[in-house]
């Protein structure tokens, strides 16, 4: 503006007199609520009659993917393939191959991952038919949301869980993630985003229970190092 000969009082607003025009945030943005392993159960046992519903759920759930995901991934020899959902100017340019999702089983339901791929790659079941005919990745996720949204049990752990939603179910994975001790960068690896970005969605969340177990773990595990030290003297 200074070489179209703007006057001063037209110039943008620069240093210390910037800052006191920006206001404060009057309520801090909660963090992403995740799906704990005992819901997620719940949920994939509620869904015994609708096998479809049943298969989507539990591949967003224990491999940790988009729900738009569902509509970019296959299997092969084995593994979950995914591709890439997101379009942006850097994607575009540079697209980003695509990932392996690595599955994280919860002891209730022990061989669930691998049956799911089974189920995939055998053909023998299939996705909703809504997901399937999905137009593109964000009507794919958008469809995801309404299945779920529509199913009575899912609607009540909403209800009881206020922030709960479809995208918890990958929040969930890297909370089980995190408490597995999956190092960091594989563990942004298999959800197909780098670490930095894992740190800022993914890594904050916590609540009293679980801070309870994690230090009650640790402090029961320098207790019993420091008798058996005590009893070796």
């Known amino acids: 503006m200074t070489k179209c000969g703007a006057e001063q009082s037209w ?3 620069e240093g210390d007199d910037l800052q006191d025009l920006i206001g404060l945030a009057e309520t801090r943005k909660e963090d992403k609520v995740p799906v704990k392993p005992e819901q997620f159960f719940g949920l994939i046992d509620s869904l015994y009659e609708k096998p479809e519903l049943r298969l989507a759920v539990t ?7 988009r729900p738009a995901e569902l509509k970019a991934m296959r299997v092969e020899d084995g593994k979950l393939k995914v591709g890439n959902v997101k379009r942006n100017r850097a994607t575009a340019k540079a697209p980003k ?4 999702a690595y599955p994280l089983e919860i002891p209730e339901l022990a061989g669930a991952a691998g049956q799911a791929l089974a189920q995939l790659s055998s053909g023998l079941f299939k996705l909703p038919v809504g997901i399937l005919n999905a137009q593109d ?3 794919c996720g958008h469809t995801f949301r309404q299945y779920l949204d529509r199913h009575p049990y899912w609607a009540a ?5 206020p922030g709960l939603s479809p995208y918890s179910l990958r929040h969930g994975y890297a909370y089980r993630g995190a408490l ?6 594989q563990l942004a690896a298999s959800m197909g985003h780098d670490v930095r970005t ?4 993914y890594g904050q ?5 679980g801070l309870d177990a994690a230090f009650n773990a640790a402090n029961a595990k320098l207790t019993a190092s420091l008798t058996k030290r005590q009893q070796q003297l």
């Open 59 to 65: 591949l967003v759930g224990l491999f940790g993917l």
């Open 97 to 100: 191959p695509d990932r392996i």
């Open 11 to 13: 110039l943008p607003i």
């Open 205 to 209: 969340w916590t609540d009293e229970a």
């Open 198 to 201: 894992h740190m800022k969605h």
């Open 180 to 185: 597995a001790g999956i190092p960091l960068r």
């Open 157 to 161: 752990l909403v209800k009881a869980n």
């Open 137 to 139: 990745f964000k009507t």
